[in-house]
């Protein structure tokens, strides 16, 4: 939650029945980590108007369907920890700012935009390790790790896209 002066504490602590106390510094990441959720599917979003009928149009609807899954199930953790996420991003995060770099480049040449969709994915895998980092709670840890997985994935997708053609 925002303090009075509209920033996040650091570290907040809740109680559990049993007098234990659960610690929050994981939530600050895992915030930013759900902004750039927000920011990326946008910026995927905005892309593919532009990438309609191009051969990258379906990698960017996949790229749109894993944002909308992933930041569903970090916004479950953010309000399960008692947070309203914000749900309207920002205009200033470094991979907004790819993205759009990325829609660019679709209306130049289709093999150009690869090469620049992994380099944003892989800044959205050091929001990933940085939330882990923070020693999240056992169930957001295992969501994390599930997710971070899928994007390695994607970006060892588009990397053998983005060898196959320059074959």
């Known amino acids: 939650m925002r303090t009075s002066s509209g920033t996040y504490p650091q570290q ?3 109680q559990l029945p049993e007098g234990l106390f659960i610690m929050t510094e994981y939530l600050d990441p895992l915030r930013k980590l759900h902004t750039v959720l ?3 599917r946008k910026g995927y979003e905005e892309a593919l108007t532009d990438a309609d009928g191009n051969d990258i149009a379906p990698l960017f609807r996949e790229m749109i369907n894993l944002r909308d899954e992933h930041h569903a199930e970090i916004d479950a953790h ?4 008692g947070e309203t996420p914000d749900e309207s991003g920002s ?5 907004h700012r790819t993205i759009f770099k990325i829609r660019a ?3 130049a040449n289709d ?3 690869i090469p620049g969709m ?3 994915e892989e800044r959205i895998v050091t929001f990933y390790d940085d939330v882990l980092r923070s020693a999240p709670p056992p169930a957001v840890a295992s969501t994390l790790n599930g997710q971070v997985m ?5 970006i060892a997708k588009m990397q053998a896209m983005d060898a196959s053609t320059h074959i």
């Not at 205009?91 to 991979?95: K, R, T």
């Not at 899928?150 to 994607?154: A, F, G, K, L, S």
Request: cysteine-free; proline content about 0%.
């Open 12 to 14: 907040q602590r809740f």
């Open 38 to 40: 927000i920011d990326s």
């Open 78 to 81: 953010v309000r399960e920890a």
């Open 91 to 95: 205009f200033l995060s470094v991979v």
């Open 105 to 107: 480049l679709v209306n």
């Open 111 to 113: 093999n150009t935009v």
């Open 118 to 120: 992994i380099d944003g």
């Open 150 to 154: 899928r994007v390695r994935e994607q």
